[in-house]
């Protein structure tokens, strides 16, 4: 299971456009039985794309602190 969500968390950081639907079919499915484990998935998914958005970030800025010159 974790390679799928794995997977789908890079999916979404790839297509960010493809976010707001995949958030959409999860609301529209609530009322279905196991709609609520579906929105919880949905959510740790989006969760994982803001994380590792985060990271990258942090990443880069304290990359372009750092000064790289030769001994």
């Known amino acids: ?11 979404l950081r790839d297509d960010p456009d ?5 958030l959409r079919t999860a609301f529209d499915e609530l009322d279905e039985e196991g709609g609520d484990v579906v929105l919880l ?16 970030h942090a990443a880069l800025k304290s990359a ?3 000064s790289f010159t030769s001994s």
């Open 41 to 56: 998935m949905v959510l740790r998914h989006l969760r994982g794309c803001l994380q590792t958005t985060a990271l990258a």
């Open 1 to 11: 299971m974790k390679r799928h969500d794995d997977a789908v968390v890079e999916m």
């Open 64 to 66: 372009s602190k750092c």
């Open 18 to 22: 493809m976010v707001p639907e995949y």
